[in-house]
Every structure is written in C-alpha cells, then in structure tokens.
C-alpha cells in the first residue's frame, strides 16, 4: 500500500495529529481546520455556522473562538452549554469532529489578552449598534452605512470591545475520520478518562 500514513493502523499516533492539524488552523490561514463549523443546541433548535479557530491549547484539551455577545449563539449557551465542532482538511481527507462544554469570557484577562492581539479590520466586526442576526430594512447594517471600506482607528474600534467575547471549549472528545480508497478509518477519544477505540467507518 502507497502513501499511507502513519496513524493508518496506529490509533496512538492519531491524538497527537489531531492537534497538530489544530494549531496550524490557528497559525495559517491557509490551513482547512482554520475554519470549522460550530453547533450549538437547545431543548427545539440546532444552529451551525462557521467560526475562525483561534486557539487550540493542548495541554488543557481548550479551544477557543471569538464571537459577538450579542449574537444567538450566546443565547443558546445559556441554555445549552454543550458545544460540536467539524473540521474537514480536504487534502488530507480527514474529518475531525469535537464535542466538549463552553465558557463564555466577557471582559475578563482573557478577553483584554485577545482584544489587544485583534487588528483593526477584526474589530469592525463588533461595531455594529445593531446586534448580529436583527431584522433590518436595508441590506447593510447602520455600520456599514457609516464605515464602507474604511478600517476603524483604534479609538473607534475600542468601542467594539463591549460586544467582544471569547468562546473557550474544554473538549471532551474527538472523533476522527480518515478517507482512503484501501479503507476508511475511524477512532474516538475521550479525553478525560484517556481512552481510545476505533469504530467502524
Ligand atoms: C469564513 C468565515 C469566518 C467567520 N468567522 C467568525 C468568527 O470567528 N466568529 C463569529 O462569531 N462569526 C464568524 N463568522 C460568521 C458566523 O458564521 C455567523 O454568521 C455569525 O457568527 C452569526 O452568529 P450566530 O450564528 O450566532 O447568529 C464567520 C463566517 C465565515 C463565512
């Protein structure tokens, strides 16, 4: 068989792939984990969109996104903190899928850590006087009226700071899905009791 990967048939090789695919989402935008899609749920809804991965840390099974408080996914949380997570490197053909819990961060030294790192055009985003997801009658929001193309000054975009947070999800699993023409290949991990099995594909 050509080309076949390490983690192939080695299940403890998977983990730390994993997480290696993870932080290159957050390091380079050019990577496909850079851009997963994120569930969450309550008791009669299920809502999806795609997020930027902004952190992937290891050592404490945490990964983390920002968003605007204002937006449905926070009042979905409340409800449900329960969290997905779907990953597709096409390339490499494999599928990464992360349940875990979230914890919201408004104004506290983590947000203040990430704020300080975000550039001006990422800012614009929580600038809008409108929370995201309101009913308008024109098809731009009152900001991009204002703003057009324009990158904020960093006074302007210190007024974003309000509606800033940052979404950390203590993972506690992984399943993992590999594509391959000789075989597919699956496995999960819980992560708090350290285990792993394969499962069928
Ligand atoms: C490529 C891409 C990247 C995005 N990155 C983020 C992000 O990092 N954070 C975020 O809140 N929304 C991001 N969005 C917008 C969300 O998909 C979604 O439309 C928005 O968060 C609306 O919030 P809601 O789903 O809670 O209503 C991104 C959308 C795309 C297409």
């Given at each position: ?14 983990l730390d792939e994993i997480w290696s695919l993870l932080q290159r989402g957050v390091a ?7 851009l997963p899609v994120v569930i969450v749920s309550t008791t009669d809804s299920a809502e999806g969109r795609i997020v ?150």
């Open positions: 068989m050509n080309n076949i990967p390490n983690y192939y048939n080695n299940i403890d090789l998977i380079d935008r050019n990577e496909d984990f850079r930027v991965l902004r952190g992937a840390f290891k050592d404490k099974n945490i990964l983390r996104f920002h968003t605007d408080f204002r937006s449905s996914k926070i009042k979905n949380l409340k409800e449900n903190k329960k969290i997905y997570f779907v990953f597709y490197n096409k390339k490499r053909k494999i599928q990464v899928r992360a349940e875990g819990v979230a914890i919201v961060h408004k104004d506290n030294e983590i947000t203040k850590e990430a704020w300080t790192k975000t550039q001006m055009m990422s800012r614009k985003c929580y600038l809008s006087p409108q929370a995201p997801g309101d009913f308008i009658n024109d098809s731009a929001s009152d900001l991009s009226k204002d703003m057009g193309n324009e990158i904020p000054t960093y006074e302007q975009s210190e007024m974003g700071y309000k509606n800033f947070c940052v979404i950390e999800s203590k993972i506690k699993s992984f399943e993992w899905l590999y594509l391959a023409s000789q075989g597919h290949r699956r496995a999960k991990f819980m992560l708090d009791e350290n285990k792993s099995t394969w499962l069928v594909p």
